[in-house]
């Protein structure tokens, strides 16, 4: 092909037309990229970043919390007789789900045969009383006998000393000497048979009295199983099992009804290491860890929408450790008076459709009410950012601050005032910050007034 001059022209005509456009994009580009110089006098009139800040509040109403429970019974009673033998006589009362009083009589066992033991034994007390009566008879006979040949024995000894006498001047024979001392001898074996025969009857006597004790405790046992014929309630409650019927043979042991306490309630719940030790860090406390200081609870539950309450005290745990499954502690809250229901929120007026009472088997709410012996904070929850984190504007500058929260609570966060740069005059920010940055000024509103602080 033939390169004219023509050509050559053009192609360096398009040539130098496209150096020409490189370099004017090249100069725009470095326009570009260039930091842009404000004058000093112009960023001193830029706005500053505005803020919501509201001031860090002390805390002194303590610490509730919720959780869950069961209503379970205070204490449940078998209804065992003591004895055996055929019912003639069963309460009304004595019905599942009927309510019985405490000392009640439920039942009366056929007391034939034990009024019969009851006259059996009573005769055979007067026959030991009698026993003793003739020992103690035969005793005060041998007595007196016993006295008489003392006295006799005393003439037997007088008479003796006379005689020898005698027979030492020559007075008397030896033949009538040895007849004196052998009715001195005889005398004295009299005594000796007679006291042989009173510690007898004192030995008899002994046996007698043990016989005797043993028929008293004989009739005494006897009287009880007579009154044990009429099996009472051992306390009041509704029964929550029964069964037997008259005419019916019950054993001696076997329980024939149950009885639930209703005048006191118990409710199980869990709580865990940290809501225990807020408990464990109240005034009055002893440090125990089993027995709690008394502390107050509420116990509500719903119906339709109606929510009651209920007043408990939380005292011991229910146990001795932690579950193995859900790591909490398992507690026991005390109801004094499950009667005593009062209404929380409800649809009518007056309370016309409260429940009676807690029952066993409810699952209810409790907000535990403590009061742990230590300094608190509160701050808006809409202050509290992950991790903890929470932003000061006090004096007009972002602070960042790590803080150790103890609970939420309504929509306010409580958290240990253990950190010296904290203050209640202080103002924590609730409002979104950009990319905060420690020492930023910026410009504050309070969030309740919505008023510009001065700086």
């Given at each position: 092909?033939?390169?004219?001059?023509?050509?050559?022209?053009l192609?360096?005509?398009?040539?130098?037309i496209?150096l020409i456009?490189l370099i004017?994009?090249g100069?725009?580009?470095v326009?570009l990229m260039a930091?842009?110089v404000?004058?000093?006098?112009?960023?001193?009139r830029?706005?500053?970043?505005?803020?919501?800040?509201?001031?860090?509040?002390?805390h002194?109403?303590?610490?509730?919390f919720?959780?869950d429970?069961?209503?379970?019974?205070?204490r449940?009673l078998?209804?065992?007789p003591?004895?055996?033998?055929?019912?003639?006589?069963k309460?009304e009362?004595?019905?599942?789900?009927h309510?019985?009083c405490?000392?009640?009589i439920?039942?009366?066992?056929?007391?034939?045969?034990?009024q019969?033991?009851?006259?059996?034994?009573?005769?055979a007390?007067?026959?030991?009383?009698?026993?003793?009566a003739?020992?103690d008879?035969?005793?005060a006979?041998?007595q007196?006998?016993?006295?008489?040949?003392?006295?006799?024995?005393?003439?037997?000894k007088?008479?003796?000393?006379?005689?020898q006498?005698?027979?030492?001047?020559?007075a008397?024979?030896?033949?009538?000497?040895?007849?004196v001392?052998?009715?001195?001898?005889?005398?004295?074996?009299?005594?000796?048979?007679?006291?042989?025969?009173?510690?007898?009857?004192e030995?008899q006597?002994?046996?007698?009295?043990?016989?005797?004790?043993?028929?008293?405790i004989?009739?005494?046992?006897?009287?009880?199983?007579?009154?044990r014929?009429?099996?009472?309630?051992?306390?009041?409650?509704?029964v929550?099992?029964?069964t037997?019927?008259?005419?019916?043979?019950?054993?001696r042991?076997?329980?024939?009804?149950?009885?639930?306490?209703?005048?006191?309630?118990?409710?199980?719940?869990?709580?865990?290491?940290?809501?225990?030790?807020?408990?464990?860090?109240?005034?009055g406390?002893d440090?125990?860890?089993?027995?709690?200081?008394?502390?107050?609870?509420?116990?509500?539950?719903?119906?339709?929408g109606?929510?009651?309450?209920?007043?408990g005290?939380?005292?011991?745990?229910?146990?001795?450790?932690?579950?193995?499954?859900?790591?909490?502690i398992?507690?026991r809250?005390?109801?004094?008076?499950?009667?005593?229901?009062r209404?929380?929120?409800v649809?009518?007026?007056?309370?016309?459709?409260a429940?009676?009472?807690?029952?066993?088997?409810?699952?209810?709410?409790?907000?535990?009410?403590?009061?742990?012996?230590?300094?608190?904070?509160r701050?808006p929850?809409?202050?509290?950012?992950p991790?903890?984190?929470?932003?000061?504007?006090?004096?007009?500058q972002?602070?960042?601050?790590?803080?150790?929260?103890?609970?939420?609570?309504?929509?306010?966060?409580?958290?240990?005032?253990?950190?010296?740069?904290?203050?209640?005059?202080d103002?924590?920010?609730?409002?979104?910050?950009?990319?905060?940055v420690?020492?930023?000024?910026?410009?504050?509103?309070?969030a309740?007034?919505?008023?510009?602080?001065?700086?």
């Amino acid at each position: 092909m033939k390169i004219t001059k023509n050509s050559i022209r053009l192609i360096l005509f398009q040539s130098a037309i496209s150096l020409i456009l490189l370099i004017l994009t090249g100069v725009v580009i470095v326009i570009l990229m260039a930091p842009k110089v404000v004058p000093k006098s112009e960023s001193s009139r830029l706005i500053l970043d505005t803020v919501e800040a509201v001031p860090i509040e002390e805390h002194h109403g303590g610490i509730d919390f919720r959780t869950d429970g069961e209503v379970i019974p205070f204490r449940q009673l078998d209804v065992v007789p003591e004895i055996a033998g055929r019912v003639i006589y069963k309460s009304e009362h004595c019905r599942l789900g009927h309510s019985v009083c405490l000392g009640e009589i439920l039942l009366r066992i056929d007391p034939t045969d034990y009024q019969h033991e009851l006259e059996q034994l009573t005769e055979a007390l007067k026959q030991a009383n009698i026993a003793i009566a003739e020992n103690d008879v035969q005793i005060a006979n041998t007595q007196k006998e016993l006295d008489l040949a003392a006295k006799q024995l005393e003439l037997r000894k007088r008479d003796w000393e006379r005689n020898q006498s005698l027979a030492q001047r020559n007075a008397i024979s030896v033949a009538e000497l040895d007849s004196v001392q052998s009715s001195l001898l005889t005398v004295e074996e009299t005594i000796q048979k007679l006291r042989n025969q009173l510690s007898i009857y004192e030995v008899q006597k002994n046996k007698l009295m043990v016989t005797r004790r043993r028929e008293e405790i004989s009739v005494k046992t006897a009287q009880l199983n007579l009154e044990r014929t009429e099996v009472r309630s051992p306390l009041g409650g509704i029964v929550t099992a029964d069964t037997f019927e008259v005419n019916s043979f019950i054993q001696r042991g076997a329980g024939v009804a149950k009885i639930l306490d209703i005048s006191q309630l118990e409710i199980q719940c869990s709580l865990y290491m940290k809501q225990i030790q807020w408990i464990w860090r109240q005034s009055g406390s002893d440090n125990n860890g089993y027995i709690f200081p008394p502390t107050p609870v509420t116990i509500l539950y719903e119906i339709d929408g109606e929510r009651w309450s209920w007043a408990g005290t939380l005292k011991t745990l229910d146990g001795g450790g932690l579950n193995a499954v859900t790591r909490m502690i398992p507690c026991r809250v005390k109801v004094d008076d499950p009667h005593l229901v009062r209404p929380v929120h409800v649809h009518g007026v007056g309370g016309k459709n409260a429940p009676p009472t807690l029952f066993a088997g409810m699952y209810v709410s409790i907000v535990v009410h403590s009061q742990p012996a230590v300094s608190l904070y509160r701050i808006p929850e809409k202050a509290l950012l992950p991790g903890n984190i929470i932003w000061t504007a006090t004096n007009g500058q972002l602070q960042r601050h790590a803080i150790h929260v103890a609970t939420t609570v309504e929509n306010n966060v409580l958290f240990y005032a253990d950190s010296d740069e904290l203050s209640p005059t202080d103002l924590v920010v609730v409002s979104p910050i950009a990319a905060p940055v420690e020492g930023r000024n910026v410009q504050v509103i309070n969030a309740g007034t919505k008023n510009v602080a001065q700086k």
